[in-house]
């Protein structure tokens, strides 16, 4: 990473204390039904942590933040929250970009013939996902969560998804984390792995990438 981390996201318990800074990728690993998912809704301040453990950003519990975040939940088909790619853009955008800017970023993350009329529920897989991370670039967020996000991907395109993110993250003010069951897929892209062994435990520091 190439400049001073804007923002810091930290799980702490009485023992463990995890740092995550912004241009970096956190993996979070583990078996299913280990609670992968659940730490990303954590961390996003939908649910809260167990008692004696604090999940903050800038030292500001996620539950209370006034920082953008967003997640990516891990789900077939996905539920768009517009009618059209431009509404799914502009979603939670306090300041509306021109039309060149919503043009651009979806050509950065591979829809340079796509639409801004069209309908995102005529996306297949691959072309949803990238509709949501040009949405998250759009948004430049604090933390941007990714549920399984290579799930039902060739290994060869979600490598390349992984390589992607991994570019644009290091240039952004973004913290991504990233759950998934294919922890392959990300070796080569991910900052930090924190392994989730269950639903109530601490993730805790594997092996740094």
Not at 37 to 54: E, S
Not at 74 to 103: H, N, S, Y
Not at 132 to 158: G, K, M, V, Y
Request: with cysteine; net charge negative; hydrophobic share 40%.
């Amino acid at each position: 990473m190439n400049h001073s981390p804007t923002h810091t996201l930290q799980l702490s318990d009485a023992k463990t204390s995890l740092h995550a800074y912004a241009g970096e990728i956190i993996l979070l690993t583990g078996h299913s039904g280990s609670g992968k998912t659940l730490w990303l809704k954590r961390i996003a301040g939908l649910i809260a942590p167990p008692d004696g453990m604090t999940v903050t950003l800038d030292n500001t519990a996620t539950q209370k933040t006034p920082l953008p975040i967003r997640m990516v939940f891990d789900r077939w088909p996905p539920v768009w929250l517009g009618q059209t790619v431009a509404e799914e853009l502009l979603f939670g955008i306090g300041q509306l970009p021109e039309q060149q800017d919503l043009e651009q970023v979806l050509s950065e993350w591979g829809h340079s013939k796509l639409a801004l009329i069209s309908n995102p529920g005529t996306l297949n897989r691959i072309q949803s996902l990238r509709l949501s991370l040009a949405s998250i670039s759009l948004a430049n967020p604090a933390i941007a969560l990714l549920d399984n996000p290579t799930a039902a991907l060739s290994e060869e395109d979600a490598a390349t998804l992984a390589e992607e993110i991994a570019r644009r993250t290091k240039a952004s003010d973004t913290i991504i984390v990233v759950a998934c069951n294919r922890w392959h897929d990300w070796r080569s892209s991910a900052s930090q792995i924190w392994h989730v062994s269950s639903p109530d435990a601490m993730p805790q520091a594997g092996i740094q990438v």
